[in-house]
C-alpha cells in the first residue's frame, strides 16, 4: 500500500499547488479590483478543500506505514538530531496539518462574510498563510518531484 500512496500523494501535491494558487491569484485580483465573490470562487475553493482533505487522509495513512516513519519512531532521540527523520516524523505533518486548519477556517470565514471584499480578503489571507506553511515544509530536495 506505501509503494501505491506515496506517489499519489506526491503527483496530488501539484494538483493542490497548481489549484491554491489559482485560487490565491484570483482573490488578489477580486481584492484589488473589487470584484463579485463569484459562485464560481466559492466553488474553487471548494475544491481546493476537498485536495487538502485527500492529503491529508493520503498523508496520515502514510505516517502510519510508512517505513521511514517507523524506523524514525523506534529512534526518536537520533531521529531529534537527522534534518530529513525529523521532517518526515514530526515537521512535515504537523505543519502540513496546520496549513489544512488554517485553510479549512478561512472557508468557512469565507462563507461567513457578507460583503464579497471581505470574501476575498479572508480568502487571500488563510490562504496565503497555509500556501506559505505548505511550501516551506514540501520535502523538495530529498524526495523526487515526480513519481515516474
Ligand atoms: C497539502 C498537503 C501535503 C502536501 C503538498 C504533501 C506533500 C508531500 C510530498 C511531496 C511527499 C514526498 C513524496 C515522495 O517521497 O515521493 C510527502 C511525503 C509524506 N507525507 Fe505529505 N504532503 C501533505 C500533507 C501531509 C499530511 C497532512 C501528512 C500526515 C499527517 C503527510 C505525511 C507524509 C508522509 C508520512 C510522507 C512519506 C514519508 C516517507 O515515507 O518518506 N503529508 N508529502
Not at 496549513?99 to 471581505?118: F, P
Request: glycine share 8%; no cysteine; hydrophobic share 55%.
Amino acid at each position: 500500500m506505501y509503494s501505491a500512496l506515496l506517489p499519489i500523494h506526491n503527483i496530488l501535491r501539484w494538483a493542490f499547488l497548481a489549484l491554491a494558487i489559482w485560487v490565491l491569484v484570483k482573490s488578489v485580483i477580486g481584492l484589488m479590483g473589487n470584484k463579485t465573490f463569484t459562485p464560481g470562487d466559492k466553488k474553487l475553493g471548494g475544491i481546493l478543500l476537498g485536495f487538502a482533505h485527500l492529503q491529508l487522509l493520503i498523508g496520515i495513512i502514510l505516517w502510519f506505514i510508512s517505513p521511514n516513519v517507523q524506523a524514525a519512531l523506534a529512534n526518536m532521540g537520533g531521529a531529534m538530531k537527522d534534518s530529513i527523520q525529523r521532517m518526515q516524523l514530526l515537521e512535515h505533518p504537523l505543519t502540513m496539518i496546520l496549513a489544512i486548519v488554517l485553510i479549512q477556517i478561512g472557508r468557512i470565514k469565507t462563507k461567513k462574510a457578507y460583503a464579497d471584499s471581505d470574501k476575498h480578503r479572508r480568502t487571500v489571507v488563510y490562504l496565503g498563510i497555509g500556501l506559505v506553511l505548505i511550501l516551506s515544509r514540501i520535502p523538495w530536495t530529498t524526495t523526487p518531484l515526480f513519481p515516474f
